[in-house]
């Protein structure tokens, strides 16, 4: 069974640092794509930053670009989300997800199989 686990959310002030973790089990992580995607109360949820386990290339949203960096530890079989000069705006329950195959990869929720439970991040100004 295909199971992800995001961690390492927490409550942060404007301009401080958080690192999430997603821990993905039950397949080979090089066929994958893993993506982090957020949810605030109100709003949609939004793609924030991908990774392709196969090749290491990476998208992210332009709202988080030159903060926010995404890795993955093959090794580890965990993907990481290093958010750096957080806002208000960042507050959100983020989630990890997980999609089988190699090439190019997007930041559209439903084109993701599988997804962890997600973890708070509030951002106070």
């Excluded at 961690?7 to 821990?23: E, F, H, I, T």
């Excluded at 507050?91 to 195959?101: D, E, L, P």
């Excluded at 090439?103 to 708070?120: A, F, K």
Aim: charged residues 20%; glycine residues 12%.
């Amino acid at each position: 069974d295909v199971q992800l686990q995001a961690s390492g959310g927490g409550l942060v002030q404007a301009g401080g640092s958080l690192r999430l973790s997603c821990a993905v089990s039950g397949f080979t992580f090089d066929d994958y794509a893993v993506g982090w995607f957020r949810q605030a109360p109100g709003k949609e949820r939004e793609g924030v930053s991908c990774i392709s386990s196969s090749d290491g290339s990476t998208h992210s949203a332009d709202s988080v670009k030159g903060r926010f960096t995404i890795s993955s530890d093959n090794a580890k079989n965990t993907v990481y989300l290093q958010m750096n000069s957080l806002k208000p705006e960042d507050t959100a329950v983020y989630y990890c997800a997980a999609k089988r195959g190699r090439g190019h990869i997007i930041l559209v929720p439903d084109w993701y199989d599988y997804w962890g439970q997600g973890t708070q991040v509030t951002v106070s100004s």
